[in-house]
């Protein structure tokens, strides 16, 4: 039987690093805006920001909301750097086993920090992985994998802007090389100049997470020309409110149905800490959920 359920996460908070700032808000008031909002799942953001261990536990459990997944980024490009991140990615496959149980477990989302060359022109604007390194680089993301399996975990790994996994044909080379199954995620994909309802669907055995952002080319073109970078971009509004950017909202929606898809639907609208107000943040992922809801997700 299928299951499919809507979530959302601390990036749309421009909450990324726990680094950064004080978040602008506390893991309670998050989780509770998110569950008044009608969703029924949080990504983890920055682990440690929800809490870890029977705190975790206890605050979605308290809030009525599921973990989703979270993000682990590894230096695949590095052979060195890799086996070191390798112990954060156990303490993160950790963190999601203390998580409450549902009929969706959390998926460890796998991903690679950015590269200086294409985090600094995101959209496939700058040269990508040597086709000498792929076949190592590759193999590391299936030794990721292997080891989120060994431990009951499956995940996925997640395309991105600025990374060297980014256009549609990195992906299609990532998935020809591994096993590993694939976050779909529309606004990266739009950005980077793929097509998000062809991609759903020419992928669809392998997508089993997703994530619905919509994206303005408009304002990565203005980037560019500007000189500005991915974070830039994103503070800028490059991936915008549900149904005021370029996606084909509904069109996806529809594709879902049509492939069967199961898993987490999982909204963002990546933003810079401080660029919109909280209440304006709190307002956009009700409206957002609110606008899947209209096309019955």
Not at 52 to 68: D, H, I, Q, V, W
Not at 189 to 199: H, K
Request: charged share 25%.
């Amino acid at each position: 039987m299928r299951v499919r359920k809507v979530a959302n996460a601390p990036v749309s908070f421009g909450v990324f690093e726990l680094s950064d700032a004080p978040p602008p808000l506390t893991a309670d008031e998050m989780v509770r805006a998110l569950a008044d909002a009608g969703y029924e799942g949080i990504d983890s953001g920055p682990i440690g920001y929800l809490g870890t261990g029977s705190e975790l536990a206890e605050r979605l459990s308290g809030a009525g909301l599921l973990l989703a997944g979270g993000w682990v980024d590894l230096r695949y490009h590095d052979a060195e750097a890799f086996e070191q991140d390798l112990a954060g990615l156990d303490s993160a496959l950790d963190f999601f086993a203390a998580a409450p149980a549902g009929d969706l477990p959390p998926r460890p989302t796998l991903a690679a920090p950015g590269t200086p060359e294409r985090f600094a022109r995101p959209g496939g604007n700058a040269p990508g992985l040597p086709a000498a390194d792929w076949l190592a680089y590759a193999a590391r993301i299936q030794q990721a994998t292997d080891r989120c399996r060994e431990r009951g975990f499956e995940p996925a790994y997640h395309h991105h802007l600025g990374t060297y996994v980014e256009t549609p044909d990195d992906v299609e080379r990532l998935l020809e090389l591994t096993d590993v199954e694939l976050c779909l995620d529309t606004g990266h994909l739009l950005l980077a100049g793929g097509d998000p309802v062809e991609c759903l669907r020419k992928w669809a055995s392998r997508v089993t997470h997703v994530h619905i952002k919509d994206g303005d080319t408009a304002i990565l073109a203005q980037a560019l020309a500007d000189g500005v970078d991915l974070r830039e971009l994103m503070g800028r509004g490059g991936f915008a409110l549900l149904g005021e950017g370029e996606l084909d909202l509904p069109a996806v929606i529809r594709t879902l149905d049509e492939i069967d898809y199961s898993g987490w639907v999982i909204v963002e609208q990546d933003t810079l800490p401080g660029r919109r107000s909280v209440a304006q943040n709190i307002a956009d992922q009700a409206a957002n959920r609110q606008k899947l809801k209209d096309l019955g997700l």
